[in-house]
């Protein structure tokens, strides 16, 4: 009784109560990504370096790590098909449960075989929660909670997750004590390896109770509509089912022009991203001779930083709207990423990192919410699916072309062209989006 009337006095609150007023199934998913953010980052952490500590060389470390992206690549798309025709919750509950036991069997593994294939495994049954996350958030909450729900999933996966990193490290250093070897040997890092298993199992085990809505067809809402009230039904449906409804009238190519204006933006913000953030840590280390702890807690604490601002966003949205404000928030990052590259002391480059990070937790949930509303319910895990892909094709030609303009060119020269690919993104989406007229059913 008590709690119940504590959260409904928070649910009353006109700026935060949007947090506390979730069903049951968000709740389940949040607490998901709450372990999947835990898990990503203990692995980050410990994964690479139990690698190499079997004696393999520096090489076949990244051949390694370049497994699990690749599965996530392999899967994404195929995997967003699947889960718009069986359902979301299925291929989730099998993700969640796969993802710790491959994650036992990379603990487990010596040989380059079973090393690369537990990777390789791991990005392939990473990919349903990719997939059918965000569906599901979307589908499980109204218009007013959807920006809500997708900000603090954000700041559970990138800010509190970020948090995991501590534990990656304290894991080996316990196991060291205990079997009195240095905290980068083997048997204390497989341990850490296994902690990340168990971070992400434990919060899967609730996902048997999310619930998951029925899926109509935009085009049957749209039509079911009495014909001659076309001006009040264009005030009425929002912004993202007339851009639902446009792609419905036109069919399937109606469709593929809606993922096209939705996901070349991305791949672009996604490959300027990849081309700053790959290799910021090297960039930072050797421009301002920045020792690796003190690396750690630059990174660490802008990413808690950064997925907390994630948590004003549905107030700013009240205020800008959607496509305002993801865009302004890709324009006022162009700059950032400039200063990074160019500051002559460290100071001035760690703020700019900061603003950088709080930038992106305002842009990352809003425009995932945008993206969501933009399609029907019933692609929306399809369009997951994508976004998967465009996210591996960015990040990878984005660290191609930043590891290739640091070594030929400068230390600075990826970050103004990672800049113009932001400016060029958010000038896309306006231009496809901004001008959009409302949708109006016309009488046959």
């Given at each position: 009784?008590?709690?119940?009337?504590?959260?409904?006095?928070?649910?009353?609150?006109?700026?935060?109560?949007?947090?506390?007023?979730?069903?049951?199934?968000?709740?389940?998913?949040?607490?998901?990504?709450l372990?999947?953010?835990?898990?990503?980052?203990?692995?980050?952490?410990?994964?690479?370096?139990?690698?190499?500590?079997?004696?393999?060389?520096?090489q076949?470390?990244?051949?390694?790590?370049?497994?699990?992206?690749?599965?996530?690549?392999?899967?994404?798309?195929?995997?967003?098909?699947?889960?718009?025709?069986?359902?979301?919750?299925?291929?989730l509950?099998?993700?969640g449960?796969?993802?710790?036991?491959?994650?036992?069997l990379l603990?487990?593994?010596?040989?380059?075989?079973?090393?690369?294939?537990?990777?390789?495994?791991?990005?392939?049954?990473?990919?349903?929660y990719?997939?059918?996350?965000?569906?599901?958030?979307?589908?499980?909450?109204?218009?007013?909670?959807?920006?809500?729900?997708?900000?603090?999933?954000?700041?559970?996966?990138l800010?509190?997750?970020?948090l995991?990193?501590l534990?990656?490290?304290?894991?080996?250093?316990?196991a060291?004590?205990?079997?009195?070897?240095?905290?980068d040997?083997?048997?204390?890092?497989?341990?850490?390896?296994?902690?990340?298993?168990?971070?992400?199992?434990?919060?899967?085990?609730?996902?048997?109770?999310?619930?998951?809505?029925p899926?109509?067809?935009?085009?049957?809402?749209?039509t079911?509509?009495?014909?001659?009230?076309?001006?009040?039904?264009?005030?009425?449906?929002?912004?993202?089912?007339?851009?639902?409804?446009?792609?419905?009238?036109?069919?399937?190519?109606?469709?593929?022009?809606?993922?096209?204006?939705?996901?070349?933006?991305?791949?672009?913000?996604?490959?300027?991203?990849?081309?700053?953030?790959?290799?910021?840590?090297?960039?930072?280390?050797?421009?301002?001779?920045?020792?690796l702890?003190?690396?750690?807690?630059?990174?660490?604490?802008?990413?808690?930083?950064?997925?907390?601002?994630s948590?004003?966003?549905?107030?700013?949205?009240?205020?800008?709207?959607?496509?305002?404000?993801?865009?302004?928030?890709?324009?006022?990052?162009?700059?950032?990423?400039?200063?990074?590259?160019?500051?002559?002391?460290?100071?001035?480059?760690?703020v700019?990192?900061?603003?950088?990070?709080?930038l992106?937790?305002?842009?990352?949930?809003v425009?995932?919410?945008?993206?969501?509303?933009?399609?029907?319910?019933?692609?929306?895990?399809?369009l997951?699916?994508?976004?998967s892909?465009?996210?591996?094709?960015?990040?990878?030609?984005?660290?191609?072309?930043?590891?290739?303009?640091?070594?030929?060119?400068?230390?600075?020269?990826?970050?103004?062209?990672?800049?113009?690919?932001?400016?060029?993104?958010?000038?896309?989406?306006?231009?496809?989006?901004?001008?959009?007229?409302?949708?109006?059913?016309?009488?046959?």
């Amino acid at each position: 009784m008590v709690l119940a009337s504590l959260m409904r006095r928070l649910s009353a609150n006109r700026r935060w109560g949007v947090y506390f007023s979730f069903n049951r199934t968000v709740y389940i998913l949040l607490l998901f990504t709450l372990g999947k953010g835990f898990q990503l980052s203990i692995g980050q952490v410990t994964i690479n370096l139990y690698v190499y500590s079997l004696t393999h060389d520096l090489q076949f470390v990244g051949i390694c790590a370049a497994m699990s992206p690749l599965g996530a690549l392999l899967a994404g798309v195929p995997m967003g098909l699947l889960a718009d025709r069986v359902g979301r919750k299925p291929l989730l509950i099998w993700g969640g449960l796969l993802t710790p036991l491959s994650l036992i069997l990379l603990a487990l593994s010596t040989s380059p075989l079973l090393l690369i294939t537990a990777n390789l495994v791991n990005g392939f049954v990473a990919s349903p929660y990719w997939v059918t996350n965000l569906p599901l958030l979307a589908e499980n909450t109204n218009d007013e909670q959807r920006v809500g729900a997708l900000a603090m999933n954000n700041f559970l996966l990138l800010g509190v997750g970020a948090l995991g990193a501590l534990i990656g490290g304290i894991v080996p250093e316990m196991a060291s004590q205990v079997v009195h070897q240095p905290a980068d040997a083997t048997l204390p890092l497989r341990w850490g390896v296994l902690a990340a298993a168990f971070v992400v199992l434990l919060p899967a085990l609730p996902l048997f109770w999310v619930r998951e809505t029925p899926r109509h067809p935009v085009s049957e809402t749209i039509t079911s509509v009495p014909v001659g009230t076309g001006e009040h039904i264009a005030e009425t449906i929002r912004p993202g089912a007339e851009r639902a409804a446009w792609a419905a009238s036109r069919g399937r190519w109606g469709l593929v022009a809606l993922f096209a204006m939705l996901l070349i933006p991305d791949v672009l913000f996604t490959t300027g991203e990849g081309m700053v953030v790959s290799l910021e840590q090297l960039f930072f280390h050797l421009r301002f001779l920045l020792d690796l702890g003190a690396l750690g807690v630059l990174i660490t604490v802008a990413g808690v930083v950064g997925g907390a601002t994630s948590l004003v966003a549905p107030g700013l949205v009240k205020r800008w709207g959607q496509l305002k404000m993801a865009t302004t928030m890709q324009y006022l990052s162009a700059p950032m990423l400039v200063l990074i590259g160019f500051s002559p002391v460290f100071l001035l480059a760690a703020v700019a990192e900061f603003m950088r990070q709080i930038l992106r937790g305002l842009f990352e949930p809003v425009y995932a919410a945008f993206a969501m509303e933009s399609v029907s319910a019933r692609h929306r895990a399809t369009l997951s699916g994508f976004y998967s892909l465009t996210w591996s094709i960015g990040y990878s030609i984005g660290s191609v072309l930043e590891g290739f303009l640091q070594d030929h060119v400068s230390l600075s020269a990826s970050f103004p062209v990672g800049a113009l690919l932001l400016l060029i993104s958010a000038t896309l989406l306006r231009v496809f989006f901004g001008r959009a007229k409302p949708f109006v059913p016309q009488a046959k």
